[in-house]
């Protein structure tokens, strides 16, 4: 008798490199973490003292699929505060994390068969989720101009198919730090236009940027913390194919408590709802009040940690500067250097072996796509107490490497 196989569609998607390389420094002591997408700052107290009350006072129950209304509230408000651009409760979706967005927009736009251009590299997670639903991930890789990364527009064409449903970036990058100018959101948006797509733009990195193309007090004069990355939404309207992820993860140092959003249109938003039901039914009420928390009393933190990390950022890329064959872009947003080494054709190898000999964990370049092999992700979100030591070991290997 035959055994029974995998789906094929959950066949087709790899293990994730990250995981694979951190199976490995978790067996070991005394390792450096610069692998994960967080940082060491723990959430603010008055989001644990939010959800404890929440608890406490019986919002334990179940909500509404699409979340609370006082939490659609605040989502819509702060969108207003930081873009100006008036969006209603029926317009946003609250999920558990971000990663449940993608899921739920994904899950809404692809089936089997289905194909969703991808710009590379790219967080593997949005791709992963391409293959699990059936649907197939075509990778289109950024150009490169001067120190900073683009859309290839041509190269985006090429790679159409009569099967393409979706386009799929994040702005601010992960892993590349990228942050797509108003004009390169624009060239996008007008392509998904031009091509009957839908265009799914992961935003969870927005407060986290050092561009200067935000707005200091928002757009309605109103104080916020720190610089904020141009957002799809103050191009598209209402009727647009156009799906915004977001997340308290990185903003409010909530990576634990899985608590995300999704703004689309209200049709498209109804539907994920209605689907939500029979994926996770709706984010934990009393997480969701701790959202509410972390919107009204957040700014003056937000604007804190943003001030530190771009202390780290500019730390971690003198560091790597200074050593020869190492070519790293000017990182925009998000806590990533993705430097790219002379020599490295293998950058898990590489990245393994930098653990092995330095105890040191970054993660490998090919796990964010083909546009990443011969990189390496560092993430500088934790403290200095991390960072000094690790670079200096991160800078070491990278010149003895191959000798």
Known sequence: MSSPSFAPSAARVPESRIRALADVAFGMEDVLFLQFGESTIPTPPYVVEAVNRA??????FYSPNQGLPSLRDAIANLIVRL???????PEIQVTSGAVQALNLAIKCVIDPGDEALVLSPNWPNGSAM????????????MARAGQRFTPDLEAMERAL??????????SPSNPLGWTATVAEQRMLLDFARQHGLWLLTDEVYERIYYGGQGAAEGERGQAVGGQIAPSILKLCTREDAV????SFSKTYCMTGWRLGWMVSRADFVQKAAQLNEFIVSHAPPMIQRGGEA??????????????????RRDFCAGMLRTVPGVNLPEPE???????????VNDSFEFALELLRKKQVAVAPGSA???????????CYAPGMDVLEPAMERICEFIQTYGS
């Open 55 to 60: 608890a406490q006072e019986g919002w334990t």
């Open 83 to 89: 873009h100006g651009v008036e969006i209603g409760p």
């Open 130 to 141: 391409v293959e699990m639903f059936g649907g197939r991930t075509v990778e289109v890789p």
């Open 161 to 170: 198919s009569q099967r393409t449903r979706l386009l799929l970036y994040a």
């Open 243 to 246: 799906i915004v992820v977001n």
């Open 294 to 311: 972390a919107i009204a009393h957040g700014e003056d933190d937000v604007a804190a940690m943003v001030e530190e990390f771009q202390e």
């Open 333 to 343: 947003g998000a806590f990533y250097l993705f430097p790219e080494l002379d020599g």
């Open 368 to 378: 964010f796509g083909n546009g990443g092999e011969g990189s390496i992700r560092i």
